[in-house]
């Protein structure tokens, strides 16, 4: 039979192996997201000076003002549809980070009370006579209990968190959508003002 001072130890250096375990695989989540954006945005920063290298040399060349305008106009659906790919992208590796995370957290959190209710259930039944009821009470049942209210408060949490980043992520996929049609309208329109004026 362990004594108090071992179970407690035994207990601790359980949960500090726990702790540095989900610390290091929350870590690696974060620093895995942070890679992909980073991928992103260098792929992005790329394309965009390719994109702006090959539209210079257009512009330049054109011989007179009309193709000058048609050209300047031509560049605005391929913007947007880039622009929009990019965004859509970017919240895709948001969405799956925040995701992995929350996952990791819900997971270590299940695990921690799994273990601190093992804990408290084993240090019950081995504690002497007539320490169950010290301060008057059930003392291992209150902190069951107590136990018990924290991972609800969690769980509620955890819940109210997705909900949030679910209206976040439509609010986001609606302001995509909107750009989208608002870029399209504005193509449309430069490409019917270029129209115009080559016919002029």
């Known amino acids: ?10 207990a601790a250096k359980a949960n500090f192996e726990a702790q540095l375990s989900a610390l290091t695989a929350l870590t690696t989540k974060a620093f895995e997201g942070v890679e992909k954006i980073v991928d992103l945005n260098l792929n992005a ?6 994109d702006s290298a090959v539209t210079s040399r257009q512009l330049l060349a054109s011989k007179d003002p009309q193709e000058f ?15 929009i790919a990019y965004n859509r992208h970017f919240a895709t590796i948001a969405a799956g980070l925040q995701a992995d995370l929350t996952k ?5 959190i299940a695990e921690t009370s799994r273990k ?11 504690a002497p006579q007539g320490s169950k009821n010290l301060f008057g009470g ?43 049609q608002a870029a399209e309208k504005t193509a449309a329109t430069a490409t019917a003002a270029a129209n115009r004026a080559r016919k002029a």
Do not use: R
């Open 1 to 10: 039979m362990f004594s108090f001072n071992d179970q407690f130890s035994t």
């Open 45 to 50: 920063a790329k394309a965009s000076l390719e």
């Open 69 to 83: 305008f048609s050209l300047f106009v031509a560049q605005f659906q391929p913007t947007a549809a880039k622009t």
């Open 104 to 108: 990791a957290t819900e997971e270590q």
């Open 116 to 126: 601190v209710s093992d804990l408290v259930e084993d240090i019950s039944k081995n």
């Open 138 to 180: 059930d003392l291992f049942g209150g902190i069951k209990t107590s136990l018990g209210t924290l991972t609800a408060g969690y769980e509620q949490f955890s819940k109210t968190s997705k909900q949030a980043a679910e209206v976040i992520e439509a609010n986001f996929n609606n302001a995509v959508n909107q750009f989208t």
